[in-house]
């Protein structure tokens, strides 16, 4: 596989509005509202959304329990949700959006951050344990199970004993910007390769990256 047969899936992705009969995904990026959330690790899964949004007409709006936007890609409608409900309760705003959109829990997909990568490394699972993180617990807390996809974002564990919590809560030095701004673009793509290849073409070509 080369760049240009993602380059191929994402030429056919654009901003639109729903139509009947196309299939929809549900993606959910984990963090937490508020300005002073803004930019820090723990939001990894909001920056790549917004990014998903960059340069289309698409914006996000404030509704139940999350902020959402709508996207076609390939026949296929992404619908973005950014819960509102703060990390721990992430499963609230997953679950109701699975509910009222009547999405399929294979077609559900969780960008969230993880201290156990290296900064930048993206890593695409069908399903997983929490792994101690609060927003990937709450979920299976809620559905019951763990059976679903997560595309997992490295923010690296350079933090000493005891100060973990400051560390996920805090911003991004510039040189960790530098290295991951190109891998949220690869997010992005490996986001809109779950939706139109599936979710075993997105491991096997971005988990070999």
């Given at each position: 596989m080369t760049m240009n047969w993602i380059k191929n899936i994402i030429s056919f992705c654009k901003t639109d509005k729903n139509t009947d009969g196309e299939m929809k995904y549900l993606i959910v990026?984990?963090?937490?509202?508020?300005?002073?959330y803004e930019d820090t690790r723990h939001n990894i899964g909001f920056m790549v959304l917004d990014r998903m949004l960059q340069n289309t007409e698409s914006k996000f709006e404030l509704k139940r329990h999350a902020y959402t936007a709508e996207m076609r890609c390939k026949g296929r409608t992404l619908l973005l949700i950014k819960p509102t409900t703060y990390m721990n309760l992430s499963g609230k705003a997953l679950n109701y959006w699975m509910k009222a959109e009547k999405i399929p829990i294979e077609n559900v997909l969780v960008i969230v951050d993880d201290i156990a990568l290296p900064v930048g490394t993206i890593r695409l699972k069908k399903k997983g344990s929490a792994g101690g993180h609060n927003g990937l617990g709450n979920i299976e807390e809620v559905l019951g199970h763990s059976d679903y996809a997560r595309l997992r974002f490295g923010i690296g564990d350079n933090f000493s004993r005891g100060r973990q919590i400051d560390y996920v809560l805090g911003k991004f030095s510039s040189e960790e910007m530098s290295m991951i701004d190109p891998q949220i673009?690869?997010?992005?793509?490996?986001?809109?390769?779950?939706?139109?290849?599936?979710?075993?073409?997105?491991?096997?070509?971005?988990?070999?990256k």
């Amino acid at each position: 596989m080369t760049m240009n047969w993602i380059k191929n899936i994402i030429s056919f992705c654009k901003t639109d509005k729903n139509t009947d009969g196309e299939m929809k995904y549900l993606i959910v990026g984990l963090g937490n509202i508020g300005a002073e959330y803004e930019d820090t690790r723990h939001n990894i899964g909001f920056m790549v959304l917004d990014r998903m949004l960059q340069n289309t007409e698409s914006k996000f709006e404030l509704k139940r329990h999350a902020y959402t936007a709508e996207m076609r890609c390939k026949g296929r409608t992404l619908l973005l949700i950014k819960p509102t409900t703060y990390m721990n309760l992430s499963g609230k705003a997953l679950n109701y959006w699975m509910k009222a959109e009547k999405i399929p829990i294979e077609n559900v997909l969780v960008i969230v951050d993880d201290i156990a990568l290296p900064v930048g490394t993206i890593r695409l699972k069908k399903k997983g344990s929490a792994g101690g993180h609060n927003g990937l617990g709450n979920i299976e807390e809620v559905l019951g199970h763990s059976d679903y996809a997560r595309l997992r974002f490295g923010i690296g564990d350079n933090f000493s004993r005891g100060r973990q919590i400051d560390y996920v809560l805090g911003k991004f030095s510039s040189e960790e910007m530098s290295m991951i701004d190109p891998q949220i673009d690869k997010a992005c793509e490996a986001i809109k390769t779950f939706a139109t290849m599936g979710i075993d073409r997105a491991m096997n070509f971005f988990n070999n990256k």
